[in-house]
């Protein structure tokens, strides 16, 4: 007999993987068959580089801080996508050799008065300060007619303008989400260093054509504010591709569904496996909910300056394996896709 959890179908007596993580009411139709059933597409011939896949907005970039009111942003509904169910192997992510992308982080904040400890965390509210508090923050769209949440994080780039986020936070179910926007420093309704729109979001290519969870990667371009670009008001962290499995890493994110509310910045902390179930991801001990996707991972994170150099995103869990979080290996696609927002 077939059986679901949560109105999404299990396969072969297995319960189906959950997102990042637990979403409202609001969205809980989100786990849709058609993403459920994702397809691991082979990723053509060796050397290839399929160019990432984007979209304009067609929004006037000055009316969506004002459309994103506190109000507005405060009810987003965190974000789920339905995870990969078993196939007959994890899609292999194409790899070169390790790039490092150090951060530019103009002004530092101060950190707390309590660093929040070192590894590992399952969970809680990052307190210790420092840069990541200004680079990370929340992404709002518009989603099949219903304002929606995820998390990013403003990255060292060409354009000093780039946010890296998850996939299923530009696009899902064939669909480029709308009234786009990146609030770093987010905080409970507040927009400290302003409602940065997209003026285009892009998503790997695999992501783009089939919504491959093992490439569940996104970027956003956003539009200069007040004059100035993204990066020179925040700061941006850095990157590193092809830099290997098992490693400490710290994850952050804006998880909104229960027990969080979307109001403050949550962090995990722990050594990463791979997962050795359904995908190529990383994995990580960590109760963030759905909101959180797309929130950055770090390798080399220092918590005195809250640096360090992203290396994932926050993607999917299982609901079967609880308080886990799974994010996408930055190979090369990753690296492309970084590439082309930067350059963009």
Not at 163 to 180: E, F, M, P, R, S
């Amino acid at each position: 007999m077939r059986r679901t959890v949560r109105g999404i179908p299990a396969v072969h007596g297995i319960p189906a993987p959950h997102p990042a993580r637990r979403s409202r009411a609001a969205l809980g139709t989100l786990t849709a068959a058609g993403t459920l059933l994702a397809l691991l597409l082979p990723t053509g011939q060796a050397g290839a580089a399929p160019q990432p896949g984007h979209h304009s907005s067609a929004t006037p970039q000055t009316t969506l801080g004002a459309f994103w009111t506190a109000d507005r942003m405060r009810a987003a509904a965190p974000l789920d996508l339905a995870t990969p169910t078993k196939r007959s192997a994890p899609a292999a992510v194409p790899r070169s050799a390790p790039l490092k992308v150090a951060p530019t982080l103009p002004r530092l904040p101060k950190a707390g008065p309590l660093l929040p400890g070192s590894l590992p965390q399952a969970g809680g509210p990052w307190t210790g300060g420092g840069a990541v508090v200004k680079t990370t923050g929340r992404v709002f769209f518009t989603y099949q007619g219903r304002n929606a949440s995820c998390s990013g994080d403003a990255v060292t780039s060409g354009n000093k303008s780039t946010v890296i986020t998850a996939g299923h936070c530009v696009k899902l179910q064939g669909a480029w989400h709308t009234n786009w926007v990146f609030v770093p420093g987010y905080h409970d309704g507040q927009a400290p260093y302003g409602k940065w729109p997209a003026a285009k979001t892009l998503a790997t290519p695999q992501w783009t054509a089939s919504e491959d969870i093992n490439y569940d990667v996104g970027a956003a371009v956003v539009a200069p504010l007040d004059g100035k670009k993204l990066t020179d008001v925040v700061g941006g962290q850095g990157l590193s591709f092809n830099s290997g499995y098992n490693k400490a890493m710290y994850a952050f994110g804006f998880p909104a569904a229960a027990p969080y509310d979307g109001s403050k910045l949550i962090y995990c902390s722990g050594n990463t496996i791979k997962d050795p179930l359904f995908s190529s991801d990383h994995g990580l001990p960590c109760n963030m909910t759905g909101g959180s996707s797309g929130g950055p991972w770090f390798t080399s994170f220092d918590e005195k300056t809250g640096t360090g150099l992203q290396s994932s995103v926050n993607s999917f869990g299982y609901q079967f394996w609880p308080n886990n979080m799974f994010g996408p290996y930055f190979g090369d696609d990753a690296k492309n896709l970084y590439n082309q927002a930067q350059t963009s």
